[in-house]
């Protein structure tokens, strides 16, 4: 668990699957999604593990003043060892109140206290909202890439940013 200043991040469990869908199950939230939108709560809650785990890094976010949770995020290896890639979504009530920039901070302190030597966030460029989030957390553009949704729904063109920690 890791917590700021507003919010608490805690490991995703089944228990979470309705809050889960209620947000990626938003076609404005899973715009920029890797997965595709999902149909119903049960494709969510059959991924969920059990029960918290320390060693998974996907978090749900949730609010400290009002216990709900607001969205989902998530770092992890990026197939090389000393550098990991995140992500996060939102419910689009939250959006423009500064979360995004105070969760992705957590995710690199957690990063940090793990070793890691570089961080690595990609968004897609018709969404400059997450772009000026890494900015305005250190990240440094890298290069630009192409990314497509799982079920190639979709596809976007994007920034990779990268944070050497």
């Not at 979470?16 to 199950?25: K, N, Q």
């Not at 969510?44 to 989902?72: A, C, H, Q, W």
């Not at 900015?135 to 192409?146: D, M």
Request: aromatic share 10%; hydrophobic share 35%.
């Amino acid at each position: 668990m890791l917590e700021t200043e507003r919010l608490v991040l805690r490991n995703m469990n089944k228990e979470d699957a309705e809050e889960i869908f209620r947000i990626w199950g938003n076609p404005r939230v899973n715009k920029y999604l890797w997965d595709s939108l999902y149909k119903n709560v049960e494709d969510i809650r059959n991924m969920l593990p059990d029960s918290n785990s320390d060693s998974d890094y996907s978090f749900v976010i949730i609010r400290k003043d009002t216990e709900n949770i607001i969205g989902t995020c998530g770092i992890g290896s990026e197939g090389l060892e000393d550098e990991w890639g995140f992500g996060y979504c939102l419910e689009p009530e939250a959006w423009g109140n500064g979360y995004a920039t105070e969760l992705l901070q957590a995710l690199i302190r957690l990063a940090q206290e793990n070793g890691i030597k570089t961080i690595v966030g990609e968004a897609a460029i018709e969404n400059p909202q997450s772009i000026k989030v890494m900015e305005k957390n250190g990240l440094k553009f890298h290069h630009n890439s192409v990314f497509t949704k799982a079920d190639g729904s979709a596809t976007f063109e994007s920034k990779i940013y990268k944070m050497v920690l």
